[in-house]
């Protein structure tokens, strides 16, 4: 087994525990609002405009028996940066206000997840922020193509209201792959890390997850 699959087992029951959000559930099912549609994409915003910034602070901090990983975390910003604009676009297509989003403040959950981050990366080992990046991943790949389809037939918006989740959707499942690579080449200290934090993550993402507002108390709000 490698230590990819060894991450996967070691962090199911997290794994689990995020899915059964109640506005996953609500989602799975067919059941979504454009009220919580715009609440999920206001969070995503919140974290996501933190991913440039947490890689490039992760390219600095990376110790000399990590630096093999430095043209890996280029290569994620070169991929990942503007992102945020994505949601902000998908916002507006979807009758929200994006200006509104972009200079609120993000809700508890999604400001402690960012925050772990970057202490995770400032104070601790930075191999654990790869354990954000399995979470993040893993869940849109789980999530994201399948969420979309569902979301817009429950709330009838354009296909442009979608491009952050069906890119991301899309984009980590190419990158899954290119992440159990740089996993499995860890020392096990490193790896040791990586699971510890993923497990932290599952719980952080969950609670921005637990959150937001299920359907039954966005009805009406539509």
Known sequence: MS???????????????LLAAPIIADCLQGKATRASYLAFLSQAYHHVRHT????????????????????????????????????LSDITAAGGDAEAVRVSQPHLPAEVMV?????LISRRNPAGFFGMVFVLEGTSVALALHAADKIQAAIGVPDSAFSYL???????????????ALVNAMTPDDQAE??????????????????LPTWAETQGAN
């Open 52 to 87: 440039t910034p947490l890689l490039m602070l992760l390219g600095g901090k990376l110790p000399e028996r990590l630096g093999w990983l430095r043209k890996a975390v280029a290569e994620y910003i070169e991929e990942e940066i503007g992102h945020e604009e994505w949601i």
């Open 3 to 17: 230590f990819y699959e060894q991450l996967a087992s070691a962090t199911a029951a997290e794994r689990q525990q």
């Open 194 to 211: 990586v699971i510890r934090s993923a497990k932290v993550f599952f719980k952080l993402y969950g609670d921005v997850f637990r959150g």
């Open 166 to 180: 069906r890119s991301h959707g899309t984009l980590d499942q190419e990158h899954t792959q290119h992440l159990a």
């Open 115 to 119: 925050a772990y981050a970057y202490d």
